[in-house]
């Protein structure tokens, strides 16, 4: 496997080994509160309890088993990144819900029936947010009588929204609006690089590259050689550019000198334009006689500007 399938790797097994931390601390008692039921001190340990407690675990192992397959794709799409990067957010949300939010909604509704057909009861507290009444699922306070903006969490970190407190539920949605707007900001430009290519096209002083996000022109004049090429250089790093198994786009750095590739890396050859001020420009076509019909084409046209061969 090359570097990229390293990383996604690792990335996967990380967001796994988190989510299997955040399912052990929601299985945790909390004093006398357990997925977001408050239950007498004594019956903690009683065995309908133990028996919520085992079905959560095995709901928990089943679901992130499952989760740990549906991650397999991710890496099957490398050619395609905007597929690859959108199915990574579909699958960190759907390990989310189906991996975290759901076990511990259904173990909640589970311990609250438990609780009522067994008549334990406990004291209401001073504190509302503390009564169980006021929980969704354990997950969710809303309480309109109390003009708390957050409350503590019942899953033993972090803050929740008071729901019921017109403030805070705006609050809420407009940070899930700015979430939302900030993922279609980032997944928007994806599709355009993968499902497009770069235009070759020769003016009469410039050569012209269309590309999505990467696109640029170089006057003729800048040239000072053109020729074809079997490799590029790899050692490589972009600046302003985006590359995969399959593509590199934009700008670059190697070994310090700038260098901007439009190119297929599994098509050669490349056309190689090496500037006056020792830059490159490398280019292709999916097609070799394409690529070398292009060639011919801006070596003609350089030649013709009275620049560089």
């Given at each position: 496997m090359d570097a990229l399938s390293w990383f996604w790797l690792g990335m996967s097994a990380f967001i796994l080994l988190m989510l299997w931390v955040v399912q052990r601390s929601a299985a945790c008692t909390d004093g006398s509160l357990l997925f977001g039921v408050t239950l007498p001190a004594g019956e903690l340990s009683s065995p309908a309890v133990k028996a919520v407690q085992k079905g959560y675990d095995k709901q928990c192992g089943i679901r992130l088993a499952a989760g740990a397959v549906c991650c397999l794709p991710i890496e099957l799409l490398g050619a395609y990144p905007s597929v690859q990067v959108a199915?990574?957010?579909?699958?960190?949300?759907?390990?989310?819900?189906?991996?975290?939010?759901r076990p511990y909604a259904l173990a909640n509704r589970r311990l609250a029936a438990c609780k009522q057909e067994c008549g334990w009861i406990t004291a209401p507290s001073d504190e509302p947010y503390k009564n169980d009444v006021y929980w969704k699922h354990g997950l969710y306070y809303c309480n309109p009588q109390d003009p708390s903006f957050t409350v503590p969490g019942r899953m033993h970190n972090g803050m929740a929204f008071n729901l019921g407190n017109p403030k805070a539920k705006a609050t809420f949605i407009v940070l899930m609006a700015v979430a939302a707007l900030i993922l279609v900001g980032v997944l928007t430009p994806l599709p355009m690089l993968d499902f497009s290519s770069p235009r070759f096209s020769l003016q009469k002083d410039a050569l012209t590259i269309d590309c999505p996000l990467f696109g640029t022109s170089v006057p003729l004049a800048q040239m000072q050689s053109v020729s074809l090429t079997d490799a590029v250089p790899d050692d490589s790093y972009h600046t302003n550019g985006g590359a995969t198994s399959n593509w590199a786009r934009g700008t670059f750095r190697v070994h310090g000198e700038k260098v901007v590739f439009f190119i297929y890396t599994r098509h050669p050859p490349y056309i190689a334009v090496k500037m006056k001020d020792d830059t490159y420009l490398f280019y292709n076509e999916t097609n070799a006689v394409r690529t070398r019909s292009d060639y011919t084409a801006l070596q003609r046209a350089v030649r013709g500007a009275g620049q560089g061969t």
């Open positions: 199915y990574l957010f579909a699958w960190v949300a759907a390990l989310l819900f189906f991996v975290v939010i």
